[in-house]
């Protein structure tokens, strides 16, 4: 499993090259007059082109400029019947580690409403949660837990936690049941030493929403965000729920060797770490909310997006549950990265009204010049 900027996983599928596949020409889906530029639409055909004939089955690309978005795709949605991805209606994936950003927001709404705080430790409000080698809920505080700086063990290091192997024995996870897995395992370092990605910390913050509202996380998401927002198209499954709900791409990835369909996935795995499901229009739609403060209140939303370097020679950023990268234009990219099997997808957006969302239907060998192709998509 990888780690990183690029993960956003609760998976132990070990994903390698995906071989080359058939493709089809990438073709722009816009029923409003063009305010994305054709040289800008041109250079993302090439980009998505690039990212199939690199390995994966397919990829979506979906940019929003000026209110208006054009949808491109490449490559084939399922590789028995060799069809190609439709361009509508918009297709749903699996989001990965994207949504810890959806996870964030709603602890920055509840920070706004006085019903938590960043600098209180996690064990005021789920007491003795976090107790074992090195381990103490009463050191972790709530921003430790978004910025990944708690230094609690690795959840999805364990084999025991595995979509694609949950789905085949049919089993689901409660957020109790992962914790208690993840601290089997002694701490990585102690609270606030320094970052290191860890889907652990947002299992908990699912658990802090739950614990706070004294309601279920899907059901506060929705509430607080889906709904009010307008994203038809996103959603947490609930435990059990492996299918899609909506169209969708199939998504691959390579286990024991072989190139396999990984797209039935078990989502209380990730859970609030990394289980949502949403298309590239519903992304777009949302990451431009957030960053005009129609999500999160103007106050903290500037302790969300206050980035700081996480990954060594990485120029990617990290703050409250949301990354950021200057691109060479000059314009700042504020979004996310999830991997989870079978997907990858990046997604985010500028202060500029300029959006983007890409994803590829597996996992590569290489990870994609992912500056490059945000450079394409959202620079003037």
């Known amino acids: 499993m990888r780690i990183g900027w690029s993960a956003a996983v609760v998976v132990l599928v070990a994903a390698a090259g995906c071989g080359s596949v058939a493709t089809t020409a990438p073709q722009p889906v816009s029923t409003t007059p063009m305010a994305v530029s054709p040289q800008r639409i041109e250079k993302i055909r090439a980009d998505i082109d690039a990212l199939v004939r690199s390995g ?21 949605g399922d590789r028995g019947s060799g069809a190609p991805i439709p361009m509508a209606p918009p297709q749903q994936v699996r989001v990965g580690s994207i949504s810890k950003t959806f996870a964030a927001a709603l602890l920055m709404q509840l920070v706004s409403e006085g019903k938590l705080r960043l600098d209180e430790p996690v064990d005021t409000y789920l007491p003795g949660l976090l107790t074992g080698d090195g381990v103490d809920g009463r050191a972790i505080t709530v921003r430790q837990i ?23 024995a049919g089993r689901t996870f409660t957020p109790a049941q992962e914790i208690a897995i993840a601290l089997r395992k002694p701490a990585q370092f102690a609270p606030g030493e320094k970052f290191k990605y860890t889907n652990t910390n947002f299992i908990v913050a699912g658990m802090l929403v739950e614990k706070v509202t004294g309601r279920a996380y899907s059901e506060e998401l929705n509430g607080r965000i889906l ?81 700081q370097p996480a990954w060594p020679n990485n120029p990617m950023k990290y703050g409250l549950g949301i990354g950021s990268t200057d691109l060479p234009c000059g314009a700042q990219f504020y979004g996310h990265e999830g991997e989870i099997a079978g997907y990858i997808t990046l997604s985010g957006a500028t202060h500029d009204g300029r959006a983007v969302t890409l994803t590829l239907n597996a996992s590569l060998d290489n990870q994609p010049d992912w500056t490059n192709i945000l450079s394409d998509a959202l620079c003037p």
Do not use: C
């Open 227 to 307: 709904t009010p927002t307008q994203l038809p198209d996103t959603y947490l499954p609930g435990p059990g729920e492996v299918d899609f709900r909506g169209p969708h791409p199939h998504g691959y990835a390579t286990v024991d060797g072989t190139l396999t369909d990984v797209t039935r996935s078990e989502p209380s795995v990730a859970w609030s770490a990394g289980g949502m499901i949403a298309s590239g229009n519903d992304l777009n739609r949302f990451f431009l909310a957030l960053l005009a403060g129609k999500i999160v209140p103007d106050a903290q939303l500037r302790e969300m997006l206050a980035t």
């Open 146 to 168: 978004l910025q990944h700086r708690s230094g609690l063990p690795e959840l999805s290091d364990d084999p025991e936690v595995d979509v694609v192997r949950a789905v085949a």
């Open 56 to 76: 994966s089955p397919g990829a979506i690309a979906t940019v929003t400029e000026h209110g208006q978005t054009v949808t491109l795709t490449a490559g084939v």
